[in-house]
């Protein structure tokens, strides 16, 4: 069993910079790869980054040049680093941890940006 535990959202003007973090718990021995998602009213949730313990990173559109995907295996946590943030950013912001044969997700920290 997987755990996510996310932290990080609150309110920040545009322009301003928020990190998220994932504390990561249990057995990832067999992870694909782990990632953030974002979900706006009325919108589907969409990929904003995702990481491979081989390294490879991808980043939706969106987001590239702004935000920075990292994690530190030692600690188990996985990190974003939002800089240059847009009101189009407001989001809950999900952690995801993907395996084989299902994904874990967390519980979501709300992002707001204010114009």
Do not use: H
């Not at 990832?28 to 390294?55: C, D, H, N």
């Not at 996985?78 to 519980?107: I, S």
């Amino acid at each position: 069993q997987v755990q996510l535990v996310e932290s990080g959202g609150g309110l920040v003007q545009a322009g301003g910079s928020l990190r998220l973090s994932c504390d990561i718990s249990g057995n990832i021995f067999r992870i694909v790869s782990m990632g953030w998602y974002r979900q706006s009213p009325g919108k589907q949730r969409e990929l904003v980054a995702t990481l491979t313990p081989r390294g490879e990173i991808n980043y939706a559109d969106s987001v590239k040049g702004r935000f920075t995907i990292s994690n530190n295996r030692a600690k188990a946590m996985l990190y974003l680093q939002m800089n240059d943030l847009k009101p189009e950013d407001t989001a809950v912001y999900y952690c995801n941890d993907n395996f084989p044969d299902r994904d874990y997700w967390g519980q979501g920290t709300q992002v707001t940006v204010s114009s």
